[in-house]
């Protein structure tokens, strides 16, 4: 399981870099002795925030700054504790979160888990992750206001999530017609305020454009099963799709810079929101672009 410090960091950010706003994914490091402990510590900025393939319509959810941090300590050989935290802060709307306004508050979320590495190129994580506020959870309060709109309730909304990640690493074993090749994939429960099943799942590819930089292209699918319910402007079926590019730069030892763009589409699932609801909740076709800062150590 020996991968270079930016190819783990590359598949990872292909994933939760440009489109995972509101969970949080720890990258697959490198196996290490135990006793051994990883981190990273990542800010950076995104034009919109995204979460689980959905794009809002209201234009108070852009401009999003996420700080996050997550780490592996090594029990034993192949076999780990990871954790993280993540901050999304939504600045249009200046920390102002009125019970009678549409825009959604700030986003925290913790994650907590044990990882099992099982051969050179399956990695598999276990995992409780809880967030407070933010889209996730939020929607099946539905009421009219002012412009006849869906309203959120940002005092409320929080979900506690049972989490289940796969990657896996196409190029272990030895075919190099496959190196660079990689697929990811979530499975969440969620049993609190909304609860249902979300489905991820990731196709992408690394190729290194020097030493020290790379490209990585992936497509995504998210989908939702029993999460909405019969109050919810929301239907359950595919959410969202999306291809991106990440463009990680490793800029010395420990820091990476990661410019990357995102073209997300909406499912069925997000499209039928706006049927229900009488107006555009969700963007049927949007771009997102950023940059993230990461430390690891």
């Given amino acids: 399981m020996k991968r270079s410090a930016l190819t783990s960091l590359a598949a990872a950010l292909a994933v939760m870099g440009s489109i995972a706003s509101a969970d949080v994914v720890v990258p697959a490091y490198?196996?290490?002795?135990?006793?051994?402990f990883k981190a990273t510590v990542s800010a950076g900025y995104e034009a919109k925030y995204i979460s689980r393939g959905l794009v809002l319509a209201d234009s108070s959810t852009d401009n999003v700054i996420p700080i996050e941090i997550t780490g592996q300590y090594n029990l034993q050989d192949n076999f780990a504790i990871v954790g993280g935290l993540r901050y999304d802060w939504?600045?249009?709307?200046?920390?102002?979160?009125h019970r009678d306004s549409?825009?959604?508050c700030d986003e925290g979320t913790f994650l907590l888990g044990l990882r099992k590495g099982w051969n050179p190129a399956l990695t598999t994580t276990l995992g409780y992750q809880f967030v407070h506020g933010g889209l996730p959870g939020a929607l099946n309060t539905h009421r009219k206001g002012k412009r006849n709109s869906v309203i959120f309730d940002s005092n409320q909304p929080e979900e506690h999530s049972l989490v289940f990640d796969v990657h896996y690493d196409f190029g272990q074993f030895g075919n190099k017609s496959l190196k660079g090749l990689f697929a990811d994939a979530r499975l969440q429960y969620t049993a609190q305020w909304m609860s249902g099943w979300w489905y991820e799942a990731a196709l992408g590819y690394k190729f290194d454009l020097c030493p020290h930089a790379a490209a990585v292209v992936s497509a995504k699918w998210t989908a939702s099963s029993g999460y909405f319910d019969s109050t919810s402007p929301n239907?359950?079926?595919?959410?969202?799709?999306?291809?991106?590019?990440?463009?990680?730069?490793?800029v010395s030892q420990h820091v990476t810079i990661t410019p990357f763009v995102s073209t997300i589409w909406a499912g069925n699932g997000a499209i039928a929101a706006g049927k229900r609801a009488e107006e555009t909740v969700y963007r049927n076709f949007t771009v997102n672009l950023g940059v993230s800062a990461s430390y690891t150590f």
């Fill in 30 to 36: 490198c196996t290490a002795k135990p006793g051994a």
């Fill in 90 to 97: 939504m600045t249009a709307n200046s920390f102002e979160h």
């Fill in 102 to 104: 549409s825009t959604l």
């Fill in 235 to 250: 239907s359950n079926g595919t959410q969202g799709f999306s291809l991106n590019l990440d463009l990680p730069c490793k």
